[in-house]
């Protein structure tokens, strides 16, 4: 399997969603057409499901938790299950890059690093599984006080389309590992790994009606599952004004949301800083699946000694830089869809209508395909700290470059967007290292390197805009469970 591979797979497939463990189409019929962002083609649909779909994919997981075998499964077993994904999704992985890398547009590369990543989830929930416990808490003469992690009940996920397969399973291997059931309703653009999923995930012995899937536009089949009665809690990735949407959706049922919204993260360099080091790392936090990364590192802090320095290095980068189709496997493929290169290509004129100095653009490969969503990559220097590229999330291949003066400068910019999500700092001095981590606003800090999107390990979520709740790691088991006490009278 190679790039022929990744140009056909799933080629004319009406997909259907997962519900109760059946392969079920929508009630209505009606379907969504599914086209590749490398050529804007048509190559399969997926059901567009509404509000009476969503009632029977939740009804399934109500019915799972409540009444199912999963309930009841020690969570050893529980942990085996995702352990079975886990196999089953390595023994799948050069189908599942290919359908995400045509489904979303992402150079081969970055479909097989997330089959990758998506490998480490299951492998790591279900390892987890049986390693969280509760406390016994010392309390008054003639009791005894304990307390267990309690999973929610029926957890709802929507996820965005950037990372489909990835975000689906930091979300799947925490809530299952904790004894959840699920609907989980991925993004209208990219469903098709998440389904595959969902079928192996049965394979993999995972009863039925504990993972569902309904597919459909987020304005109808997210809308309705964000404000169904009988989900006890929502998780939600996207951007943070669907986020207002559903905490407002789910507020109506008094429920409990995990919020992962966007990201405006920055990437400090001080003059001490090893450039030669950092450049590479400063291109590819922003390049990665073409900048539609929530914690893309989209503006670069700079000393304003090693300024011109590290604007030139990053100047000779990205002129080189090239756009093309998925199997291409270029640096960047295109974005999601027409809207998105739309809205990429309006930032990057708006900042040249107000004088901001473009300092180098890529090119999109001359033979990509005519109808696909392309974006050549842009890097714009000593952008204003209020300009729109500044403070608003793109969402694609455009790197912004700010100099500041002295430490605290620094932090303040850093910290000078509605946003907290992610941040780097390179310098050689330790304990501004310290200083800096601490001071800025962000749920990770990178030292010396950056992460965007990596380490399934590592907590992971926002502080102001960018969100509420964490995933990743233990902490997620925490986010997918419930604290309960129980106080013994024994005299
Ligand atoms: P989006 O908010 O448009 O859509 C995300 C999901 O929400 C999709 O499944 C969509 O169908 C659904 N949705 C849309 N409207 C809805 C509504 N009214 N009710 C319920 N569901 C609805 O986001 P997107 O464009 O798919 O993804 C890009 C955004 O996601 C960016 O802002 C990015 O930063 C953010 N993101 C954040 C993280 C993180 O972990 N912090 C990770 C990836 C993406």
Known sequence: MGTHFSRSVAEGRAFMQIIDGRPVDALSGERIDVASP???????????????????????????????????????????CLTRLFQLVEKNGEELAALESRDTGKPIRQGKADVTATMRYYEFYGGAADKIHGDTIPFLEGYTALTLREPHGVVAAITPWNYPMQILARVVGAALAMGNTLVVKPAEDASLTTLRIAELALEAGIPAGVFNVITGYGRAAGAALSAHPLIDYVTFTGSPLTGTAIQQAAAVNNRGVTMELGGKSPQIVFADADIDAAIPVLVNAIIQNGGQTCSAGSRVLVERPAYEKVAAALAERFGALVAGPHDADLDIGPLINPAQRDRVGGFIAAAQDAG????????????????????????????????????????????????????????????????????????????????????????????????????????????????????????????????????????
């Not at 083609?41 to 997981?61: C, L, M, N, T, Y």
């Not at 910019?413 to 601490?438: I, P």
């Not at 999107?453 to 419930?482: Q, V």
């Open 38 to 80: 490398s050529d804007g083609k048509v190559f399969a649909s997926i059901p567009a499901s509404g509000e009476a779909d969503v009632d029977r994919a939740v009804k399934a997981a109500r019915h799972a938790f409540d009444e199912g075998p999963w309930g009841r499964m020690p969570a050893v077993e529980r942990g085996r």
């Open 356 to 491: 901001i100095p473009l300092l180098a653009r890529g090119t999109v490969a001359p033979d990509a395909p005519e109808g696909g969503y392309y974006q050549a990559p842009a890097l714009f220097g000593n952008v204003d700290p209020d300009a729109a590229l500044a403070q608003e999330e793109v969402f694609g291949p455009v790197l912004s470059l700010f100099p500041f003066t002295d430490e605290a400068d620094a932090v303040r910019l850093a910290n000078s967007t509605e946003f907290g999500l992610v941040a780097g700092v390179w310098t050689r001095d330790g304990a501004r290292q310290h200083r800096v981590a601490k001071r800025v606003r962000a749920g990770q800090v990178f030292v010396n390197g950056y992460g965007a999107g990596g380490g399934i390990e590592l907590p992971f979520g926002g502080f102001k805009k960018s969100g509420h709740g964490r995933e990743k790691g233990f902490e997620a088991l925490f986010d997918m469970s419930a604290t309960k006490t129980i106080v013994f009278n024994h005299g």
